[in-house]
């Protein structure tokens, strides 16, 4: 492992940690504003993870070890699956990290913990919001990977790394593919981080909600890290995005300037596609549970259409 | 000049934003964006068709463009706009035969089918020249997708919406494979708005008496008398 890699590790984590609550918070704030009220401040994310940490802990009588180790288990997957998705560096790959097979079971691991801790916690709304999740998770696998598949056949590689560099040496933004592709990965990222059409991230007492309602029974520093690795798993979701459609500014050697104008070029990009988001959520009103599946059918048709065009063209 | 690669590339786009244009025909429940989106469907094509003229210069092209525009993008929708808001009917969520998440994958297989089908009828062609093979393949695709819509829903509102996307289909296939004489798409657009002027009529009051029908033109606001019918 070169020095330049364990640079690329420190600095990837680094910045997605910082990151990650900026990007979130700036949804909210765009979502508040089309709907005419002012909003938390941009970084109120921030100081809502601080006051988690200095809170205490307090877990059901009924949880089990479960519980105590699910916000680990969460953050340490969802970390480890950051170092696949370079943010503003693209290093040589080494021993698997960047292999696309091994992200989506990395954020899989992540989201059957998370489901088991709401189950673990005994309460009701725990139990539906797990039941809901997996149910979805069962639905939107076949279309994740079938995009995932689209992506490497159009980048001939199943790596990240590679399919970043191999974006970022084309360097064209409009071709057809590539619309068709981040269509697809957009609505990806609205599944996996439980954005309004198919989840509500604002609620934590309607009966709809699937992602806050595993969360209900967490408190204090794990709260804390469940927030957190949530808006990491957004974070990440969008550089694949991000880095993949537009990939102008991303740096392939380690230079201080090189990495700086790739931070303040992908904190701008972020910015930009938060808030897409953020309109795309506030202008949506959120689906049936049964109608979500539609949603899903858009991205697997696209990224067969893709695949059916690679191939065969 | 402009370079006809960059034009290809560019017509090789708008290709995906008719894609995702007929995704959306066939799965879309609010009929207001229903129409929107048929006439951003209809002005993809007269781009598409300006784009052409700039490649080949046959000036067919550019009139094909001028008349789509006014009929498909202006007149047409502007119809099925005002006929909605008199009959007040906001959304079509009713379907025969498929679901929309259905009709989306049998249109990808259909699309499969076509592109075969076409590679085996014009072969050599889809190499040599690859945008129009795709725009062939397009044009037949958009069609079955325009029929699949016109027989999966229920309101005649979207059963319209999906023959004129039908007949987009004809448009784009005419653009790329064959000389469709002018005077053929020009009486295809005088039939499509005399069928979108039948629907006005026949949406209202298809399944009612001569008597009732008359009642129900007032009650819509369709047909205002001057004297008071007693």
Known sequence: MSTDFILYLLLNTALVLLIAPLFSGLIKKVKAWTQGRQGPPLFQQYFVLVKLVKKEVIYSPNASWVMRAAPLVNMAAILVAALFVPLVFVPEPVGGIGNIILFMYLLALARFFMALAGLDAGSSFGGMGSSREMSFSAIIEPTTIIVFAALAIVFKSLDIFAMFAGSLATGTLATPTLILIGISLFIILVVETSRIPVDNPETHLELTMVHEGMLLEQSGKNLALMELSAAVKLTIMMALLINLVIPAGLALTLTTAGILLAALLFVLKGSVLAVIIGLFEASMAKKRLFQVPSLFAMAFFFSTLIIIIEVLA | ?230
């Not at chain 2, 005399?194 to 008496?209: A, Y």
């Open chain 2, 1 to 230: 000049m402009i370079e006809s690669a960059f034009l290809a590339g560019l017509i090789k786009v708008l290709f995906v934003g008719i894609i995702i244009t007929a995704a959306y025909l066939i799965t879309a429940r609010n009929l207001m964006s229903l129409v929107s989106v048929y006439s951003l469907q209809s002005f993809t094509l007269v781009i598409i068709a300006l784009l052409l003229y700039l490649i080949e210069g046959s000036p067919v092209l550019l009139a094909i463009a001028a008349i789509t525009f006014a009929s498909k993008v202006l007149i047409i929708p502007y119809f099925i706009a005002t006929i909605q808001e008199k009959i007040r009917i906001k959304r079509d969520i009713q379907f025969h035969f498929l679901s929309p998440t259905s009709s989306l994958l049998l249109s990808m297989g259909l699309m499969l089918l076509v592109y075969i089908a076409l590679s085996q009828v014009m072969e050599g062609i889809a190499e040599r020249e690859n945008l129009f093979f795709f725009g062939s393949v397009l044009g037949i695709s958009l069609m079955l997708m325009g029929m699949m819509v016109t027989f999966s829903r229920k309101r005649a509102l979207t059963k319209v919406l999906g023959f004129l996307s039908m007949e987009n289909g004809v448009l784009l296939f005419g653009l790329f494979v064959t000389e469709l004489p002018f005077i053929i798409e020009f009486l295809i657009v005088i039939d499509l708005i005399i069928l979108v002027l039948l629907t006005t009529i026949l949406t209202v009051g298809l399944d009612s008496t001569l008597e009732d029908y008359h009642k129900r033109l007032h009650r819509f606001h369709l047909w205002e008398d001057t004297e008071e019918v007693a």
